[in-house]
Each structure stands twice: as C-alpha cells, then as structure tokens.
C-alpha cells in the first residue's frame, strides 16, 4: 500500500521537478569555471536545456496516453537524476551542452507527465488542485537552489552536490511512485474528445490556452533573466540587493499558488486568470518605469502573484478539453500546450534583450507587461470556447 495519498504523491512529483532545476542553476559560475566557458559559449550550452524541454514536450502526450503517468514520471525523473551527476562532472562545453540537453529532456517529460497525473486527481477528487501541485514546484525549485547554496558556501563541487541531489530525488521518488496514477483503461468507443475529433493543433480554444501560456512563461522567464540586471542598471541598486527581485516575485508567486485552488473554485478560471494578468502587468510596468528600489520590489513581486495561477490553470484546462467520455483524456492535449510554452521560455529572454538593445530595458519591461496582460482577453475567450464546446471551466 502507498505510503503518501495519490495528491500528496503528486505534489512531492512537482516539488522534485523544481529541485531538479534549482539545485544546478545556481552552480552556473562553478560550472562555467569548470569547463573554461567564455559568456558566448556558455550561453549556447544554457540553451541545450530548453531545446531538451521543447522536444520532450511535444511526444510525451502519446507516450503518457499509452504508458500511464506513473511509468513516464517514474522513468523521467530517472533519467533528470542520472542528467544531474553528468551536469555536474561536465569537464568541456560540448559535454555540459549534452548534459543540460539530456536534463532538459528528462524535466520536459516529466513536465508533461506530473500535469497529467494532476488533472487526474482533479478528476478524482473534484476539486481544483493544479495550481497547488504547481505551488509544489514552485516550493522544490527554492529548496534546490537554497541547497545549492549551502553547497557552494562550503566550497563543494558541482559534482558531489548534484550526485547527492540525484540520490535524494531517487529515494523521494522511491516513497511516492506506487501512489500516483497509472494507465487508465480506455472504452474503445470512447476514444474521441466529447466535443470534438480534432487533433490538438487544429483547435482553437487550444491555441488560446498555449497562448495563455505563452505570455506567463514570458512574463516568468523576463522576470528570471532580467530583473536583476533592470534594478542594477536602471536603479543602481547593488548586485546582492538586485537579486532580492526575483526572489521576491518567486515567493509571491509559491504563495499565491496555496490559494490558487480555492480562488479557482470561487471566481471561476477567466476570472481569476484575467485578475491575476492585470495584477501582473500592473507589477512589471511599475517596476520598469517608477525609479523607487521598492516599488521595484513591491511590482517583481505582484507579477509573480499574478503569474501564479497562468500556467497551471491552462494546463488543467487543457486536460479539461481533451477529456474523453470514459473520463480519461487529455494527454495530448496538455503535451500540445506545455510545448508552446516552452517556446516561450525559450525564446521570451533573448527577444527582451533585444528589445532592450533597440531602445531600453525599461522600454522591453514596459513590454512584457503588456505580454502578460494579454493572458486576460485570451482567458475569457478560452472559457466561452470552452462552455460552448461543454467543457467545465470553473
């Protein structure tokens, strides 16, 4: 019998997710002086990460509707703790790349699965849990990255840290697999989405989902690469004191993801998804363009307050979509919409840089607020596509 409850298992699968990234991010300037990068090169093996997501993202859907979560979750993260001992090891450019890669793919897969995992239990249980589950990352990706930290304040190598990591998430993994959903039997006649037969491209109301996502991961990833460097050069606050900005907004963000659910539940999905993205860009416009250090903080961490809910409630309104008469579903549908996302995550930072390089970085975070204000209108015509197609949005 399992040890956790199926819920608990999925939160502690999202927590492992967000450790995998933040217990090596941190150890980039360790990593860069281990395999003699120059910033061009580095940023090319950065890149290897995201390009690993992007293309486990867009199978998985097929992989998860014909194994089950539990084997794709279970094989995945696997996989990431094998990545993260070879991240850590890595003695060239070309090496990390590979390595990076090879995690990217492992958390991409295992991105999609764990989100399948949770809209099963919504299903289950009948109640919104999604942005909770995500709240789980949110919480795991501050718990690796403080235990990085603590490793790199006691001069430890990226090797022997990641190779703990890697054990840690095993054992975690160990406790928890035998109580997360599996394959579920399907009825042969059953196999078609309720509304309709249309692959996931080829329907709208899932382009307005991806698009939701899309400006969240944005919004998420300007917040990540640039807002340090916006107080610095914008508000000539020391580098220490800058990076306070981000951890303010992933703190807003882990926080606001615990009442996510019940908000959900209260307010409805357009609701809260079209409050969060005024919330959002109120946040980063003010940020941008008042020169006070705390309105700079007091915004980074409304953004991520209002980013909170974005990505998780697309996802869970994407299974929603896809979900078949014999209540399973959904897999592609989510794999569809992650994969978009990605893209932004993977492209959002450099075309920010870029806008910053044609006017100011003021201007290109003026900008993505805009970008997140946008989740609103496509939120509420997501959720009348949605009703008409007999979908719950609530």
């Known amino acids: 019998m399992p040890v956790v409850s199926r819920k608990s298992a999925v939160i502690v699968v999202f927590a492992l997710n967000g450790a995998a990234f933040g217990s090596w ?24 990460a995201s390009v690993g997501m992007l293309i486990a993202a867009s199978v998985t859907g097929r992989l998860v509707e014909a194994f089950g979560p539990r084997v794709v979750i279970a094989v995945s993260t696997l996989a990431a703790s094998a990545a993260l001992p070879a991240i850590g090891a890595a003695g060239s450019v070309p090496a990390l ?11 991409g897969a295992l991105d999609v699965a764990m989100n399948v995992a949770g809209v099963v239990v919504e299903r289950q249980t009948g109640r919104k ?26 001069a430890w190598s990226p090797a022997r840290q990641l190779i703990l990591a890697a054990l840690a998430t095993v054992l975690v993994l160990v406790l928890v697999v035998g109580a997360l959903p599996g ?5 042969p006649r059953a196999s078609e989405h309720r ?4 692959a996931p491209a080829r329907r709208v109301t899932l382009w307005l989902l991806a698009a939701i996502a899309l400006c969240s991961a944005v919004a998420e990833g300007a917040s990540s690469d640039w807002s340090a460097l916006l107080l610095v050069t914008v508000q000539q606050v020391g580098e220490g ?4 900005a981000y951890s303010a907004f992933s ?46 903080y007091l915004g980074f961490a409304l953004a991520g307050a209002g980013l909170a809910a974005s990505f998780p409630i697309a996802l869970s309104l994407a299974g929603e979509a896809g979900r078949r008469a014999d209540g399973g579903g959904g897999e592609r549908e989510i794999a569809f919409v992650t994969a978009i996302a990605y893209s932004g995550f993977l492209a959002g930072p450099p075309a920010i840089g870029g806008i910053a390089e044609l006017t100011s970085l003021s201007t290109s975070f003026v900008t993505v607020g805009l970008v997140a204000v946008a989740i609103g209108p496509a939120a509420i015509t997501a959720a009348r596509a949605l009703t008409r197609e007999g979908s719950s949005v609530g």
């Not at 790349?97 to 958390?107: E, I, K, R």
């Not at 849990?129 to 790199?152: D, E, K, N, R, Y």
């Open 241 to 244: 004191a800058a990076a306070l």
């Open 183 to 187: 394959a579920a039997p399907r009825e």
């Open 25 to 48: 991010a941190p150890r980039v300037p360790a990593l860069t002086e281990q395999v003699g990068a120059a910033h061009g090169s580095l940023g090319l093996a950065l890149l290897g």
């Open 251 to 296: 703190l807003a963000m882990a926080m606001t993801r615990l009442a996510g659910g019940v908000a959900q539940a209260r307010f409805g999905a357009a609701r809260v998804l079209a409050g969060g993205a005024l919330c959002a860009g109120a946040g980063l416009c003010a940020a941008a363009v008042v020169p006070v250090t705390a309105v700079a």
């Open 195 to 198: 509304a309709t037969g249309l």
């Open 129 to 154: 849990a999604m942005p909770i589950f995500h709240a789980g990352f949110s919480f795991g990706a501050l718990a690796g990255s403080a235990g990085a930290a603590l490793a790199a304040a006691h």
């Open 97 to 107: 790349a590979a390595a990076l890669c090879g995690l990217g793919m492992s958390v």
